[in-house]
Nanobody
């Protein structure tokens, strides 16, 4: 069993930056593929970025060059550094841990980009 707790969401102006964190409980964190998803009001949840245990990352096209996913396996934590934020990045951001057939979700953290 893995419990995930996100933090770092806030209200930020367009062009600003935020760093989200997702802290995981349990063991074998490095074996999990970690991912950030987001869901805006009235829209489907979408995968934003994912990272394997050894650090291979991929991103949705809309955030490439602006967002960076990283992880610290010693701290059981995955991060999402978000730069050059746009109003369309406004959403609830959630992290997910996946290993084989098991997956776990955090409760989400709100990111609002507005002037």
């Amino acid at each position: 069993q893995v419990q995930l707790v996100e933090s770092g969401g806030a209200l930020v102006q367009p062009g600003g930056s935020l760093r989200l964190s997702c802290a995981a409980s349990g063991s074998s964190f490095s074996l999990y593929v970690m991912a950030w998803y987001r869901q805006a009001p009235g829209k489907q949840r979408e995968l934003v970025a994912a990272i394997t245990g050894n650090g291979i990352a991929n991103y949705v096209d809309s955030v490439k060059g602006r967002f960076t996913i990283s992880r610290d396996n010693a701290k059981n934590t995955v991060y999402l550094q978000m730069n050059s934020l746009k109003p369309e990045d406004t959403a609830v951001y959630s992290c997910k841990a996946r290993r084989v057939s098991a997956e776990y979700w955090g409760q989400g953290t709100q990111v609002t980009v507005s002037s």
